[in-house]
């Protein structure tokens, strides 16, 4: 177990309202990411942190942005959430910069209606 | 970035070693290649990692011929079980100018009794 929580486990919002997952870790680790995985495309990375207030984009970071304040703490936000944005959200830390061994949280699963 | 191919899915019976194959043809030297296994609402969990020859750990085989533009991950005497969906991943480290890995669609197994 990698110390991973996410939160909430499950929403349902509507369509035009902002959201905010929560990926909080408690083994300090450096590389936190956050993926969205729907069914036929597998995982995609929307957004990744390598450090307290650095992030950078994925693959289909469009639609979300993040922030990291704390080491602990990954947030992911839908400013406007959309249909399309319904899906099963991981969030993963990486115990070991130099590689990717990847631990990942339990998911959120989002319904956007 | 490195893409990988692997099967879209595989059936094998109880008792059998399953073999799995990606395909990486545009791997880089700085890449490692990692394997992971998700089960059903759950997050993907990290099986094995290599960069060259052979890696074995408790679960699985991973092996990588000189040319490093494949990789096969073999599970011995599959059960039950090991039915997951299985992702071959090629990547850098973030933060080096090198865009992170990307999970593709995966494998799905499907293990018969």
């Known amino acids: 177990d990698a110390g991973i929580t996410q939160s909430p486990r499950h929403k349902v919002t509507e369509t035009g309202t902002p959201v905010t997952l929560r990926c909080h870790q408690t083994e300090n680790h450096r590389y936190m990411y956050w993926y969205r995985q729907d069914p036929g495309h597998g995982l995609r990375l929307i957004h990744y942190s390598y450090g307290v207030k650095d992030t950078d984009k994925g693959e289909v970071s469009d639609g979300y942005s993040v922030s990291r304040s704390k080491t602990e703490d990954f947030l992911l936000t839908l400013e406007s959430a959309t249909s399309s944005q319904t899906s099963v959200y991981f969030c993963a830390i990486s115990r070991t910069g130099g590689n990717y061994e990847q631990y990942f949280g339990p998911g959120t699963r989002l319904t956007v209606t | 970035l490195a893409k990988t191919t692997q099967p879209i899915s595989m059936d094998s019976y109880e008792g059998q070693e399953v073999n799995i194959t990606c395909s990486h043809n545009?791997?880089?030297?700085?890449?490692?290649i990692t394997w992971y296994q998700q089960f059903p609402s759950q997050g993907p969990r990290f099986i094995i990692q290599g960069y060259k020859t052979k890696v074995t750990n408790e679960v699985a085989s991973l092996f990588i011929p000189a040319d490093r533009k494949s990789s096969t991950l073999s599970l011995p005497r599959v059960s039950l079980s090991d039915t997951a969906v299985y992702y071959c991943l090629v990547g850098d480290m973030p933060n080096s100018g090198n865009t992170p890995l990307v999970f593709g669609k995966g494998t799905r197994l499907s293990v018969i009794a």
């Open positions: 545009n791997i880089a030297t700085n890449d490692y």
